[in-house]
């Protein structure tokens, strides 16, 4: 059976998705449920209306279009991503898997393809970690990876509780439905673009997730002895931000030594005070990312910086505690999700490359409670979550067509 997937009007519904932002084109600003996020969500709802899908919305505000089966009982097979963006992004991260995700859907239909599983989209709400500090949240809550208790704990940027801002956005559904229940898929699939160089460099134009990897973050809070620059002699001080840049390339070489590529880890803000040029920094926040495809390799690290922390803290005069915000597991993806991509490309002629997810997406979630893989598009340079982030029409294409074919096949 022969798809067709409507390419012109796939791209220009990325362009007028990316019009709902809060930052001038090319760049796109859009943070969960502010109203230009509400206003974009309305507009992707209305699409899915449009293409004959039911649409749904559970109490996090995770949004799910679906196309009903022969067989309405079976598992269901999903697909789809997140619209949420960070500040300052560009118009593809998410925004592909879950316009991509319909017009494969719209594609299927079109053809007078009848699946037996209900096919569904689905597009998570506040994949990004913009606004609660937490990514991934829908995701969290359907798979049970998060409680609705620890989620109702959560806040805002501007300290408003989860339930106030899902009572400014409407969403009055209960949190505790929001869970899906054990059996609900048959498979899950998420389009992507890669976020990363490699597709591009070699010049192969999809990739299939074999490996989610996982992050864990970190606070870390160094507290020394601040006083005046010119006052305080060397020998005598405590300098927070001297120590800070000790534990920076401390953190930079314990996952430098663990001996695989897949270890990598992050200092990402340094938050230095006082912060005026003659007084000595008293206090500094790093917040670190470490992530790996292997638990205890990336756990390793976490202890060597936790034990980093003692020995420069001794040495430097300064008090240094570390906390860990956050650890998730990684994942592997379905090898039987995996196969029915694969054999999709190959029934395309296309060729692929199996790959790791470096970056954690909803998938990473999904694969607690379904069989999940996810596929690539390449994206230019690798670039993503920046203004000139692109991918090209032929592989959103592509990636689109199948994901198509490989939702019929597992649908039927
Ligand atoms: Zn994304």
Redesign the pocket.
């Known amino acids: 059976m022969r798809f067709t997937i409507d390419g012109d009007r796939l791209l220009s519904e990325i362009d007028a998705l990316a019009s709902f932002s809060d930052a001038a084109a090319p760049a796109v600003t859009r943070i969960v449920f502010t109203p230009t996020d509400l206003k974009a969500r309305v507009w992707v709802k209305a699409r899915c209306e449009e293409a004959g899908l039911t649409v749904r919305q559970d109490g996090v505000g995770n949004i799910f279009a679906r196309w009903n089966g022969s067989d309405p009982t079976a598992p269901v097979v999903g697909t789809g ?2 619209i949420d963006a960070i500040p300052n992004a560009g118009k593809f ?2 925004v592909v ?1 879950v316009l991509g995700g319909l017009e494969a859907i719209r594609g299927l239909r079109q053809s007078g393809f009848r699946p037996k599983h209900s096919i569904e989209l689905l597009i998570f709400a506040s ?2 970690p913009t606004r609660f500090g937490i990514g991934c949240l829908g995701s969290r809550l359907l798979s049970g990876t998060l409680t609705p208790d620890a989620a109702r704990k959560l806040t805002d940027n501007d300290g408003a509780t989860l339930d106030q801002v899902r009572a400014r956005a409407n969403l009055s559904g209960d949190l505790e439905q929001v869970k899906l229940p054990s059996g609900y898929y048959e498979a899950f699939i998420e389009l ?2 890669e ?1 990363g160089p490699r597709l591009e460099r070699e010049q192969n134009p999809l990739g299939i997730v074999t490996k989610i990897a996982a992050p864990a973050s970190l606070r870390v809070l160094i507290e020394g002895s601040g006083g005046h620059a010119g006052g305080v002699l060397m020998p005598d001080r405590g300098d927070a931000l001297c120590a800070a840049a000790e534990m920076i390339l401390s953190i930079e070489s314990a996952a430098r030594s663990s001996g695989a590529t897949d270890t990598v880890a992050t200092v990402g803000i340094c938050e230095v005070f006082p912060g005026a040029v003659n007084s000595i920094p008293s206090r500094v926040r790093l917040s670190v990312d470490v992530r790996d495809t292997d638990l205890q390799r990336r756990d390793l690290v976490i202890r060597t910086i936790e034990s980093t922390c003692d020995s420069i803290s001794a040495k430097r005069k300064v008090s240094i505690h570390s906390e860990l915000l956050n650890a998730d597991a990684p994942a592997d993806c379905a090898p039987a999700v995996v196969e029915a991509l694969s054999q999709s490309c190959r029934a395309h002629q296309l060729s692929f490359l199996p790959m790791v997810s470096r ?1 954690y ?2 998938s990473l979630f999904m694969s607690r409670i379904a069989p999940v893989a996810m596929l690539f598009i390449p994206c230019r340079n690798g670039y ?1 979550h920046r203004p000139d982030e692109y991918a090209a029409p032929e592989d959103i294409v592509r990636g689109t067509l199948i994901l198509a074919e490989t939702l019929a096949a597992l649908s039927r």
Do not use: V
């Open positions: 991503s997140h991260d998410g898997g994949e990004e992507h673009i976020q970056a997406h909803d993503s």
